[in-house]
C-alpha cells in the first residue's frame, strides 16, 4: 500500500524553464509534506516543507503547492538549472505521537536539465 | 559542525549472517532515524531513536534492530540476513524527534547479500 505515490519517474526540462513535480498522497492523517533531492553516492538532502495550514510555501526558485481536497501537492523548480538534476523525493508525516518524526517517501523522479 | 556521517560506505555479507550498520548524527541532534531504499524506490522507514529509546517503528521484523548511545550515534544490526536486504541503508538526524524538524542524511552504506 503506498502512501505516497510519484507517478512520473522522470522528468527531462530545458534549462531556464520550469520543472514540475507531482505527488499523490492517500494517508488524510499526513499533515506535513516534504521535498527532498538526492544526488548519485550522496544522501537526500533537504529542498523545502510545508504544513497543512498552508496551500503554498516558496524558497528562492522552489514552489511547493499543496492542494489537501485533492491529496496532492507539487514542487515547482523556476529557473530550472544543470545543477538541479537529481532525484526528487516528496515525503509526508502524520501527526501521530507514536510515530515520532517518520517519513513517508515517495518512489522519486529523476529530473534531468539539459543546458 | 560535522554532518551526519555512515560506516561502512559498502558492504557485502552472505545471507544468514548478521551486520552492524553505524550512523554518527549531527551535532547537537538528539534523534536517529534509519531508512531502508531498495533500488528504485524512495526510503521506507525501519526506526527511530531518541534520547536512546526507541521512538517509533516502521513495517520490519524483529530481525532489525537498533541502539542509540549516549553521545546519540546509533547502530543497525540485521540478523539472519535475507538476499532482499540488499539496498542502501540511511541514518538520518534532527535536534527533536518532533515533526517540523528536517532530518539529514548520511551518504548511506550499501548492503550487498549474496
Given at each position: 500500500d503506498q502512501q505516497v505515490?510519484?507517478?512520473?519517474?522522470?522528468?527531462?526540462?530545458?534549462?531556464?524553464?520550469?520543472?514540475?513535480?507531482?505527488?499523490?498522497?492517500?494517508?488524510?492523517?499526513?499533515?506535513?509534506?516534504?521535498w527532498y533531492k538526492k544526488y548519485p553516492a550522496e544522501g537526500p538532502t533537504f529542498l523545502i516543507s510545508i504544513s497543512s495550514i498552508k496551500d503554498k510555501n516558496e524558497d528562492g526558485r522552489f514552489t511547493v503547492f499543496l492542494n489537501k481536497s485533492a491529496k496532492h501537492l507539487s514542487l515547482h523548480i523556476v529557473p530550472s538549472q544543470p545543477g538541479d538534476s537529481a532525484v526528487y523525493f516528496c515525503a509526508a508525516s502524520a501527526r501521530i505521537k507514536a510515530a515520532g518524526n517518520k517519513l513517508t517517501f515517495g518512489g522519486g523522479t529523476r529530473v534531468l536539465v539539459k543546458p | 559542525e560535522t554532518g551526519v556521517t555512515q560506516s561502512p560506505t559498502h558492504l557485502i555479507k552472505t545471507r544468514g549472517q548478521q551486520v552492524t550498520l553505524r550512523c554518527s548524527s549531527q551535532?547537537?541532534?538528539?534523534?536517529?532515524?534509519w531508512y531502508q531504499q531498495a533500488l528504485g524506490q524512495g526510503p521506507q522507514f525501519i526506526f527511530q531513536y531518541y534520547?536512546?529509546?526507541?521512538?517509533?517503528?516502521g513495517n520490519f521484523p524483529p530481525r532489525f534492530s537498533g541502539l542509540q548511545f549516549p553521545n546519540y550515534s546509533s547502530e543497525l544490526n540485521v540478523n539472519a540476513l535475507e538476499l532482499d536486504d540488499s539496498a542502501l541503508y540511511l541514518c538520518a538526524s534532527s535536534y527533536s524527534p518532533g515533526r517540523g524538524t528536517e532530518a539529514f542524511f548520511g551518504q548511506g552504506t550499501r548492503l550487498t547479500v549474496v
Amino acid at each position: 500500500d503506498q502512501q505516497v505515490k510519484q507517478n512520473s519517474p522522470s522528468l527531462s526540462v530545458q534549462e531556464g524553464r520550469i520543472s514540475i513535480l507531482n505527488c499523490d498522497y492517500t494517508n488524510s492523517m499526513f499533515d506535513y509534506f516534504l521535498w527532498y533531492k538526492k544526488y548519485p553516492a550522496e544522501g537526500p538532502t533537504f529542498l523545502i516543507s510545508i504544513s497543512s495550514i498552508k496551500d503554498k510555501n516558496e524558497d528562492g526558485r522552489f514552489t511547493v503547492f499543496l492542494n489537501k481536497s485533492a491529496k496532492h501537492l507539487s514542487l515547482h523548480i523556476v529557473p530550472s538549472q544543470p545543477g538541479d538534476s537529481a532525484v526528487y523525493f516528496c515525503a509526508a508525516s502524520a501527526r501521530i505521537k507514536a510515530a515520532g518524526n517518520k517519513l513517508t517517501f515517495g518512489g522519486g523522479t529523476r529530473v534531468l536539465v539539459k543546458p | 559542525e560535522t554532518g551526519v556521517t555512515q560506516s561502512p560506505t559498502h558492504l557485502i555479507k552472505t545471507r544468514g549472517q548478521q551486520v552492524t550498520l553505524r550512523c554518527s548524527s549531527q551535532s547537537g541532534h538528539n534523534t536517529v532515524s534509519w531508512y531502508q531504499q531498495a533500488l528504485g524506490q524512495g526510503p521506507q522507514f525501519i526506526f527511530q531513536y531518541y534520547r536512546e529509546e526507541e521512538n517509533g517503528r516502521g513495517n520490519f521484523p524483529p530481525r532489525f534492530s537498533g541502539l542509540q548511545f549516549p553521545n546519540y550515534s546509533s547502530e543497525l544490526n540485521v540478523n539472519a540476513l535475507e538476499l532482499d536486504d540488499s539496498a542502501l541503508y540511511l541514518c538520518a538526524s534532527s535536534y527533536s524527534p518532533g515533526r517540523g524538524t528536517e532530518a539529514f542524511f548520511g551518504q548511506g552504506t550499501r548492503l550487498t547479500v549474496v
